[in-house]
Nanobody, 120 residues
Framework: QLRLVESGGGLVQPGGSLRISCAVS????????IGWFRQAPGKERDRIAC????????VYADSVKGRFTISTDNAKKTVYLQMISLKPDDTAVYYC?????????????YGQGTQVTVSS
């Protein structure tokens, strides 16, 4: 059974950096695209980045393009989201989820989320 577990969230000052992780188990990463989502209080959950693991293709939301980078360590079966130049608006619970084959299919197996707070 596919299982995703996020980690690495925390408190960071505006302008700072943070890397969060999504550990994947139960199925081959090559079959899936892994997306990062975030949900701020009172707002909908939005996809902000995705990587198609079979060819490394990436997709980013405009709000994070140029600041966030998604990557995969196949040996560790872990997908990372490197975040720089963080802003208070980036404060949210961050989730990862898997979609079969590409970033535009329906996502499944959301993790429990990791809180990222950007504040001075």
């Amino acid at each position: 059974q596919l299982r995703l577990v996020e980690s690495g969230g925390g408190l960071v000052q505006p302008g700072g950096s943070l890397r969060i992780s999504c550990a994947v188990s139960g199925y081959s990463l090559d079959y899936y695209a892994i997306g990062w989502f975030r949900q701020a209080p009172g707002k909908e959950r939005d996809r902000i980045a995705c990587i198609k693991n079979s060819n490394g293709e990436t997709v980013y939301a405009d709000s994070v393009k140029g600041r966030f980078t998604i990557s995969t360590d196949n040996a560790k079966k872990t997908v990372y989201l490197q975040m720089i130049s963080l802003k208070p608006d980036d404060t949210a619970v961050y989730y990862c989820a898997a979609a079969p084959r590409n970033c535009y299919r329906e996502y499944e197996s959301y993790g429990q989320g990791t809180q990222v707070t950007v504040s001075s």
